[in-house]
């Protein structure tokens, strides 16, 4: 059993910055890959960022040069710093491990730019 838990998510100005964050729990190992996706209002939820244990992040591009993501030396913690933000990036956030081959989700956080 893994427990994914994030936290960070909250309302910030256009421009503004923000930090989520994800700790993973209980049967961790074998983690393949982790990751953040997101789903706004109306729309499916998409991919926004991905991390690989051996090979370079991949982003979307809507979030590419804004958004990084990053992670524990324990590799238990995930990490999506958010810079520059837009109103189109309100959604809520979910992260994601991948663990022997099955995805695993976050319950997700709310992401909220709006001045």
């Known amino acids: 059993q893994v427990q994914l838990v994030e936290s960070g998510g909250g309302l910030v100005p256009p421009g503004g910055s923000l930090t989520l964050s994800c700790v993973a729990s209980?049967?961790?190992?074998?983690?393949?890959?982790m990751g953040w996706h997101r789903q706004a209002p109306g729309k499916q939820r998409e991919s926004v960022a991905r991390?690989?244990?051996?090979?370079?992040?991949v982003y979307a591009d809507s979030v590419r040069g804004r958004f990084t993501i990053s992670r524990d030396n324990d590799e238990h913690t995930v990490y999506l710093q958010m810079n520059a933000l837009k109103p189109e990036d309100t959604a809520v956030y979910y992260c994601t491990f991948n663990i022997q081959g099955y995805e695993y989700w976050g319950q997700g956080t709310q992401v909220t730019v709006s001045s």
């Open positions: 209980g049967s961790t190992f074998g983690i393949r890959a």
């Open positions: 991390m690989f244990n051996r090979d370079p992040p």
